[in-house]
């Protein structure tokens, strides 16, 4: 757990850094603070809003206790064992098994669970999924993935700017044109590559927080292999790319190079780390 926490921070680090390095070298100063206004802008309101924006996506519906007490009572009892505020439950009308949580804080936190899920997974599975869509919650991941999108927007600006903008002379700086398009080409990518090793941190982070709250590393491993399974040959009908790191499982399917950037780590890795897992050591 301190291992992944060291590890986001580094990374936050990394990408800070190579924002600065970046905007000092491309477009000074005053492009620096454009590109990184900008991408405030367009990422701060996405933060605030985002569980109305990523419900009505989906076409959640709420539901309430006395639609499913059972749901509830379990939501509950793991909200407890989190120490958070119960979050708002809905229900996405989707019959591939999958879950996400959203909510800028653990005062509006929202678990939203397929169809598919809920006919699926027995009573120990779902708590496992639930438990660790409450770890999420519960470690502010939303706050965290929403700081990486800033800086790795800030720098994809920076880097149009500069493109539009820079003449064919070497600037003042000293930077060579030839260097100064590399530079613009390379490091968008690079901040896309540690914004996705980021998201992946957070999910082991989630899983290890979640098996936790639920005293259980077996249900969440479990849940894991059978909506990996399922994703793999009946993927979901409307996924928006944008949001496809928020499930528990990318419920986009892809190889290659394309795992280098994945938002999820492999399905296989995260049940080993569960099994290696002792909860006792992970404090909530």
Request: glycine share 8%; charged share 15%.
């Amino acid at each position: 757990m301190f291992a992944n926490r060291l590890k986001t921070f580094l990374l936050l680090a990394g990408l800070s850094a190579l924002l600065i390095y970046v905007g000092a070298l491309l477009g000074g100063e005053t492009g620096l603070i454009m590109a990184f206004g900008m991408a405030i802008l367009m990422n701060v309101g996405s933060y605030w809003f985002s569980d109305k924006i990523v419900l009505r996506m989906y076409r959640a519906r709420p539901v309430t206790p006395e639609q499913a007490p059972r749901l509830y009572a379990l939501c509950e009892k793991l909200a407890r064992n989190a120490k958070i505020p119960m979050p708002r439950i809905y229900i996405i009308p989707e019959q591939t098994p999958n879950a996400f949580a959203t909510g800028r804080n653990p005062e509006h936190g929202v678990v939203a669970l397929t169809e598919g899920i809920m006919n699926m997974l027995n009573e120990r599975e779902l708590a496992g999924v639930i438990a660790h869509e409450m770890g999420h919650i519960k470690n502010r991941d939303i706050l965290v993935q929403t700081v990486a999108a800033v800086i790795a927007a800030a720098l994809q600006f920076l880097a149009h700017f500069a493109m539009f903008f820079s003449g064919g002379r070497r600037d003042e700086r000293g930077t060579h044109p030839a260097i100064a398009i590399i530079i613009m080409i390379l490091s968008p990518i690079a901040a896309l590559l540690i914004q996705s090793m980021i998201s992946r941190t957070r999910e082991y982070m989630a899983d290890s927080t979640g098996a936790a709250i639920a005293q259980d590393t077996q249900g969440l491993q479990s849940a894991l292999m059978k909506i990996d399974n399922y994703a793999r040959g009946v993927p979901m009908q409307h996924t928006h790319e944008a949001t496809a790191h928020m499930f528990i499982i990318n419920p986009l399917a892809g190889g290659g190079l394309v795992k280098l950037f994945s938002t999820h780590p492999a399905t296989q890795e995260r049940v080993k780390a569960l099994q290696e897992l002792d909860i006792r050591t992970v404090q909530l």
